[in-house]
């Protein structure tokens, strides 16, 4: 069954990777303590057997040490004291690398399930925590049963192989008190190492239980409601009308910089009054002419308007000028197959401004040859075409 929020919707969705992002940062991150139980128990147990047969040394030589003072060291408080602290000390030394260890995988445990989570908003004061009615709630839900029923299964699994283990071992207990001290505190050290690494292997079982569990309790509680998702996603992507605001500011600013670019242009190609495509072409820089504007209908006009008020030549070719609009984009150069009309064009233009000066006047090129690939839109491909006008 699906959750439910606050207005009864219900929670199918999976949580985003914002939702689990903010969750972090709250501290709500799944944590398995059976997890972190299991980890401790098993790490002490197999530290203190790699690490207790030299601890137990040092303790008893710890014990003589103490136990073989001076007769007049006794009665001199002071000296007491030193001994009482440098004995302090060397215990406190003994004891450094189990507790490293210890530190280390209570630190490393948690970890393990859910990654490194820091959070001052998870440890600050809340006084819903304190309500005894919340808290009766929380131990009488899914999760609350969840963990007596956790707390029952250790006590029989713990129990149960406790008691195999004394019944393991309860031949070897029995002849103890026939061996020697030395022999049987050793022998007794050894079966209680052994039997705590059991005790402690045997929480396996409940942690591989509970990490599957807390991982599925985690993304149910994160999951969110086809609303919340939507509301996410308009957030962090924006209000539909922003974005088009966004994008038409963007359009006129295109717009606005490749305006400024056509009275630098050497000649606009035009449909006459559907299309414009502004060339420029500078043989010393460009490998190609290159298309520095173009637009239709409205656009098309500012673009002929633009280019009549600053003396630009107009050139009427309707299908080469739609073949360059959907051709070529802005700033690019003109692709190879139009090479050819573009560079009778050009070189008309070139000789008419060079006719200004008293030269010859050039012959408008008859007829401008334009391939199927690059034509599209209604009309004629191939045909004679007019020269420029400045008006």
Same mark, same amino acid.
């Given at each position: 069954?699906?959750?439910?929020?606050?207005?009864?919707?219900?929670?199918?969705?999976?949580?985003?990777?914002?939702?689990?992002?903010?969750?972090?940062?709250?501290?709500?991150?799944?944590?398995?303590?059976?997890?972190?139980?299991?980890?401790?128990? $098993?790490?002490?147990?197999?530290?203190?057997?790699?690490?207790?047969?030299?601890?137990?040394?040092?303790?008893?030589?710890?014990?003589?040490?103490?136990?073989?003072?001076?007769?007049?060291?006794?009665?001199?408080?002071?000296?007491?004291?030193?001994?009482?602290?440098?004995?302090?000390?060397?215990?406190?030394?003994?004891?450094?690398?189990?507790?490293?260890?210890?530190?280390?995988?209570?630190?490393?445990?948690?970890?393990?399930?859910?990654?490194?989570?820091?959070?001052?908003?998870?440890?600050?004061?809340?006084?819903?925590?304190?309500?005894?009615?919340?808290?009766?709630?929380?131990?009488?839900?899914?999760?609350?049963?969840?963990?007596?029923?956790?707390?029952?299964?250790?006590? $029989?699994?713990?129990?149960?192989?406790?008691?195999?283990?004394?019944?393991?071992?309860?031949?070897?207990?029995?002849?103890?008190?026939?061996?020697?001290?030395?022999?049987?505190?050793?022998?007794?050290?050894?079966?209680?190492?052994?039997?705590?690494?059991?005790?402690?292997?045997?929480?396996?079982?409940?942690?591989?239980?509970?990490?599957?569990?807390? $991982?599925?309790?985690?993304?149910?509680?994160?999951?969110?409601?086809?609303?919340?998702?939507?509301?996410?996603?308009?957030?962090?992507?924006?209000?539909?009308?922003?974005?088009?605001?966004?994008?038409?500011?963007?359009?006129?600013?295109?717009?606005?910089?490749?305006?400024?670019?056509?009275?630098?242009?050497?000649?606009?190609?035009?449909?006459?009054?559907?299309?414009?495509?502004?060339?420029?072409?500078?043989?010393?820089?460009?490998?190609?002419?290159?298309?520095?504007?173009?637009?239709?209908?409205?656009?098309?006009?500012?673009?002929?308007?633009?280019?009549?008020?600053?003396?630009?030549?107009?050139?009427?070719?309707?299908?080469?000028?739609?073949?360059?609009?959907?051709?070529?984009?802005?700033?690019?150069?003109?692709?190879?197959?139009?090479?050819?009309?573009?560079?009778?064009?050009?070189?008309?233009?070139?000789?008419?401004?060079?006719?200004?000066?008293?030269?010859?006047?050039?012959?408008?090129?008859?007829?401008?040859?334009?391939?199927?690939?690059?034509?599209?839109?209604?009309?004629?491909?191939?045909?004679?075409?007019?020269?420029?006008?400045?008006?």
């Amino acid at each position: 069954m699906a959750q439910e929020n606050e207005d009864g919707q219900e929670k199918t969705e999976q949580a985003t990777p914002k939702r689990l992002e903010e969750a972090r940062k709250k501290g709500q991150v799944p944590r398995s303590r059976e997890l972190t139980t299991m980890a401790m128990l $098993l790490v002490a147990a197999i530290a203190l057997a790699l690490m207790g047969g030299s601890m137990v040394e040092q303790v008893g030589q710890l014990m003589h040490d103490g136990l073989v003072i001076e007769r007049a060291k006794v009665f001199d408080s002071n000296a007491v004291l030193a001994a009482l602290v440098s004995a302090a000390g060397d215990a406190a030394l003994l004891m450094v690398p189990f507790l490293l260890v210890m530190v280390i995988t209570a630190f490393a445990a948690p970890v393990a399930l859910g990654g490194w989570a820091f959070s001052a908003e998870a440890m600050a004061f809340k006084p819903e925590k304190i309500n005894p009615l919340k808290g009766m709630k929380r131990l009488f839900n899914v999760r609350g049963l969840v963990e007596v029923v956790k707390a029952l299964a250790k006590f $029989l699994l713990v129990g149960a192989v406790g008691a195999g283990l004394l019944w393991y071992y309860l031949p070897e207990l029995m002849l103890l008190g026939r061996e020697n001290v030395d022999a049987g505190l050793v022998h007794t050290g050894s079966i209680l190492s052994h039997s705590f690494i059991v005790l402690s292997a045997s929480l396996l079982l409940i942690a591989a239980i509970d990490v599957p569990f807390q $991982l599925w309790d985690h993304a149910k509680n994160m999951r969110m409601t086809r609303q919340e998702v939507r509301d996410e996603h308009k957030n962090t992507e924006g209000k539909p009308e922003v974005k088009a605001r966004i994008r038409q500011l963007q359009r006129e600013l295109a717009q606005r910089r490749m305006m400024e670019e056509i009275p630098r242009a050497d000649v606009v190609i035009t449909n006459p009054s559907h299309y414009a495509v502004a060339l420029k072409y500078d043989p010393q820089k460009m490998a190609a002419p290159v298309v520095v504007a173009k637009g239709v209908e409205l656009v098309a006009s500012q673009i002929r308007t633009v280019a009549v008020a600053n003396k630009v030549p107009l050139y009427e070719a309707p299908p080469l000028a739609r073949a360059l609009y959907y051709s070529t984009e802005i700033d690019h150069e003109v692709p190879a197959g139009l090479y050819l009309a573009v560079a009778q064009i050009l070189a008309y233009i070139f000789q008419l401004k060079a006719s200004a000066s008293g030269g010859p006047i050039p012959v408008r090129p008859d007829k401008l040859e334009v391939s199927d690939e690059f034509f599209q839109g209604p009309g004629t491909r191939t045909g004679p075409e007019r020269g420029p006008s400045t008006d």
